[in-house]
């Protein structure tokens, strides 16, 4: 039996010699790169902080002390030591495994912390609780370099100078989040590892301990043991390097093999390289097009971009807020800034969009990658609530691309926006074939069109496949249907309520949640104008819904052509 294989939980870990510590390390090396090169999910991060878990499990004792990740890329190590290495064959497949911690999953998870920059606002909160209780238990925050470049990690880091609790902020300094970690704060950590004292955070009220080998583990377990009495917040400051012990990670240029796919899975081009590829086009048209990034340029699509204008890309660091606002502050001095980001991470700077650069009618445009269903990054990586959210912001305009030549087309359009700002979302996905429409009506895309049609099917961006489809079924049960794409989705283009209002039943078919999705505008619209028409929203339910493959989670809530067929049917007999 290997070292791994007696691992059942920390206990395990607390009651090995510190001389089997190096062979325990390279035990959970070898496991990571098998398991997560087959199943897919974040390596890079994992591999760089073995000893740092090891070491961080030895000395405090969870679930009693609060272990906190910010963000979850680093926590596969954390599962392994507590229990679930067994479990990884299902790591982000349906049912199995989560890619973050989940409190479902363990006792030793307290937070799903994908969303980076919030672990140490976590640890503020449960740190008061406890002080308030009366309670010793310590609070251990798991945080990265990258994530430190984020606006919440700093109003924490302010507070947490103010508490007389016994808080360990485990800087986890590899120099990199996705790409090198950029900014003053970079700078000043490097210099840190040569040496230079006295450091920001004790210039704010904080204690400090380090720099550490984050690779030692009796040098890490040494200083845990250190800082593990102190009764204030103190931050050790560990130096590791992404991707430790596996070459291909370490010599990866781009992001030390942050994230992989799973072993037989690539092909066909996705979403985000047809827009990287328009986007860099564009750049060569438009001299005054800049693009902005949160940590982020290659995952977003805009390496091609910064290849050719590396002037005219601002990676700004995990800080969503502060790049929707320097983005209005470009838009003020006369650019077109384009801002490249994760649909669930515009949530976050849902504020800086209303009132930064809605209210002053710039030109901003904002590309939603991993809108809709993402798949196996689970509940807080689906962009679900962009197309909710977005509509309610005064002069923006909503597109959703149904392919690859509608994509390239909106996003022209879009940039071509002068008055306001403008936003396209889309998939995290391969992208299919090209649908041709039969004609155009006002902004509307008429897909298949049926002169003595039954109802209406709006096929919001990407759904258009699934509700074509469908309606070859739906004219096999004798029941016609037109086809709709309506491309730009907010506001309502009048062509689309006039559409709506020829039928007697409208389906509005999207992958976003059913609240303040276009279905339910859209029944607004024509309830204003008097329409008799029955519009049915067929969305997902406004919930968390768990990890598993787009096409899997697409299918559960009845989004493929055999489910919209199904309610098609039902929503026929019901209003016969």
Known sequence: MTLLEAIAGPRDVRALPSSALPVLAGEIRRFLIERVSRAGGHLGPNLGAVELTIAV?????SPHDVLLFDTGHQAYVHKVLTGRAAEFETLRKAGGLSGYPSAAESPHDVIENSHASTGLSYADGVAKALRLKGSSRRVVAVVGDGALTGGMAWEALNNLALLEHPVVVVLNDNGRSYAPTRGGLAAHLASLRGGRRPTVFEELGLGYLGPVDGHDPVELENAFLEVASYGRPVVVHCVTRKGKGYPPAEEDPADCLHAVSAAGSGGRATWTDVFGAEIALLGAERPDLVCLTAAMQGPTGLDAFAARFPTRVFDVGIAEQHAVTSAAGLAMAGLHPVVAVYSTFLSRAFDQVLLDVALHRLPVTFVLDRAGVTGPDGPSHHGMWDASLLPVVPGLRLAAPRDASRLRELLREAVAVADG???LRYPKASVGPDIPALRREGKVDVLRYEPE??????????????????????????????????RWIAPLDPSLVNLAAEHRLVLAVEDTSAVGALGGRLAQALAVVGAPTRVGTFALPSSFLPHGSRAEILRAHGLDAAGITTTVLKRLKEHS
């Open 421 to 423: 700002p403008t936003a």
């Open 57 to 61: 499990h030895r000395v405090f004792d």
């Open 453 to 486: 049609a039954v109802g209406l099917l709006i096929a919001v961006g990407p759904m258009a496949e699934a509700c074509l489809s469908s309606a070859e079924e739906l004219a096999d049960h004798g029941v016609p249907v037109t086809v709709v794409d309506p």
